[in-house]
């Protein structure tokens, strides 16, 4: 039986990470966070749903498609679905003054729930970082 880490085979991960430059500590700490499974679309109260492992809102589709993606690839292929969330979080990374605001910008860009984010973020990759006794230093 394949190894999964929350439903997605650990060398897609690992190829977000090349193509993105978004460390693998990164990427499974948001995927630990939003706690998303393949195949789940949650509803939120805005009627737009949370799709798939890294939960990718659905509002991100018509940016999305752009680049050949669909609802049904976001919530039912773990690949493409971190490929697509990874993308995400690098875009709003790159595009923030500061790096934990724009890893909080994954979640939300109102300042209480991204603040929220980020330190959630950060408590999981300090926890993920020590089981791999990788130093955190990069992000802190």
Known sequence: M?????DVPPRCIIQAEAIYHVPVVLILSVMRQENGRNGQAVKNKNGSYDLGVMQINTRWLPALS????????????????VMA???IL???????NML???IGNYHSHTPQYNASYQN???KHYKKISA????STASVS
Request: aromatic residues 14%.
């Open 120 to 122: 959630d973020i950060y």
């Open 85 to 87: 969330g990874t993308w």
């Open 90 to 96: 690098a875009n709003n990374i790159a595009t923030s």
């Open 2 to 6: 394949p190894v999964l880490i929350n």
């Open 131 to 134: 089981v791999l006794n990788i």
């Open 66 to 81: 752009r680049y050949g993606y669909t609802q049904e690839d976001l919530q039912y292929d773990p690949c493409k679905n």
């Open 100 to 102: 934990w605001a724009g």
